[in-house]
């Protein structure tokens, strides 16, 4: 079994700071892309940002510049630092991993179970 286990989230005010992580455990082989995604009220699932197992990352326009993922692989763990946070944020972040799981033939993908991340005076 794989699970990824993510932090608590939490109510920040506008211009705040939240980090988040994630850790993935269970029968791993390999852990290639890692990311977090979000998802608020009424809208579909959005990729916030993913980074590769080299450490390449990718961000979505909407959080440059105030939101940095980075990944701990000996501790099979990613991040994401939250910097600046809008009350457009708010939403459900949900970590994500491909992972080779021992005694399957390749990757899947494996999510989080969610975490509330309110941004509000």
């Known amino acids: 079994q794989v699970q990824l286990v993510e932090s608590s989230g939490g109510l920040v005010q506008p211009g705040g700071s939240l980090r988040l992580s994630c850790a993935a455990s269970g029968s791993i082989i390999r852990i290639y892309a890692m990311g977090w995604y979000r998802q608020a009220p009424g809208k579909q699932r959005e990729l916030v940002a993913t980074?590769?197992?080299?450490?390449?990352?990718n961000y979505a326009d909407s959080v440059k510049g105030r939101f940095t993922i980075s990944r701990d692989n000996a501790k099979n763990t990613v991040y994401l630092q939250m910097n600046n946070l809008k009350p457009e944020d708010t939403a459900v972040y949900y970590c994500?991993?491909?992972?080779?799981?021992?005694?399957?033939?390749?990757?899947?993908?494996?999510w989080g179970q969610g975490t509330q991340v309110t941004v509000s005076s």
């Open positions: 994500n991993a491909d992972i080779w799981k021992a005694g399957t033939g390749g990757v899947n993908d494996y």
């Open positions: 980074i590769t197992s080299r450490g390449s990352t």
